[in-house]
């Protein structure tokens, strides 16, 4: 987990990583769009990993939604962005051997 993070604590799960990475990459990306991305075959797990995310207040849907009869619209928000600018910013240095 993370903690400190603005009051809130959240699972830093390889699929967390990597959805925060894909929406950071290509803001605006639908629920499907992000699943092909990050490598997850059930709708329904892309579907509770956004709502988690959301929840947290690391991402927010911009789009008009399913309701609407639109996709969803994916981007981070200005918590999302700091936790994925320090997730990205660590993986690069325990890759680079100096953590």
């Given at each position: 987990?993370l903690?400190?993070?603005?009051?809130?604590?959240v699972?830093l799960?390889?699929?967390?990583?990597?959805?925060l990475?894909?929406?950071a990459g290509?803001?605006?990306m639908?629920?499907s769009?992000?699943?092909?991305?990050?490598?997850?075959?059930?709708?329904?797990?892309?579907?509770?990993?956004?709502?988690?995310?959301?929840?947290?207040?690391l991402?927010?849907?911009t789009?008009?939604?399913p309701?609407?009869?639109?996709?969803n619209a994916?981007?981070l928000?200005?918590?999302?962005?700091?936790?994925?600018?320090?997730?990205?910013?660590?993986?690069?240095?325990?890759?680079?051997?100096?953590?």
């Amino acid at each position: 987990m993370l903690d400190g993070l603005e009051g809130t604590s959240v699972r830093l799960t390889y699929r967390t990583m990597c959805a925060l990475a894909a929406i950071a990459g290509r803001p605006g990306m639908s629920n499907s769009e992000i699943r092909e991305r990050v490598g997850i075959t059930d709708p329904g797990q892309i579907s509770k990993l956004l709502s988690r995310l959301a929840r947290h207040g690391l991402i927010e849907n911009t789009g008009a939604g399913p309701s609407r009869g639109m996709s969803n619209a994916w981007q981070l928000t200005p918590a999302g962005r700091r936790l994925e600018r320090r997730v990205s910013k660590s993986l690069s240095l325990h890759a680079s051997g100096r953590v």
